[in-house]
């Protein structure tokens, strides 16, 4: 599983011209579902997205954890994330399958839920516009 975090002002999805999710302060996460991801997988990368401390403290240190901070996700589902760029047209062969991926990205947006996180989303498989305005810039990649 594959975990692309950007700390965001704001970011928003939109799905056939209706905004379908929008965040304030906080982290857009695009989750990449491998074929070979299990729920533990997906329960742990839920855990570093939901305790990075990447937010500034008083001395402007990041230091500060998503929950302190009042952040909010906005998690969207990525399998662009696991392209084979070894020829010039990619190939998603590593992504997971819907029926596979589909559950553990549900499973990802429910263990960020449990921890007491606002969690927007996108659509699985839909087309989406999604827009942030990047804070920092601080981007992290977190991969199990």
């Known amino acids: 599983m594959r975990a692309v975090v950007t700390r965001v002002k704001n970011a928003s999805v ?13 982290f857009l996460v695009l989750l990449g579902i491998h074929k ?15 305790g990075l401390r990447v937010f500034e403290d008083e001395e402007g240190k990041m230091n500060v954890s998503p929950s302190n901070a009042g ?29 596979t991926a589909i559950p553990l990205y549900e499973l990802v947006i429910k263990e960020c839920r449990d921890r007491g996180f606002v969690v927007e989303t996108g659509e699985f498989g839909a087309d ?17």
């Open 36 to 50: 070979d991801d299990t729920e533990e997988k997906a329960k742990w990368v839920a855990d570093r997205i939901c």
């Open 71 to 99: 952040a909010q996700l906005l998690i969207v589902s990525q399998f662009t994330l696991y392209a084979d760029v070894s020829s010039r047209r990619p190939g998603f062969s590593d992504a997971a399958r819907p029926d």
């Open 14 to 26: 939109t799905i056939d011209g209706k905004i379908n999710g929008s965040i304030d302060n906080g």
């Open 128 to 144: 989406m516009l999604v827009e942030s305005v990047n804070d920092g810039p601080v981007t992290i990649i977190i991969e199990k």
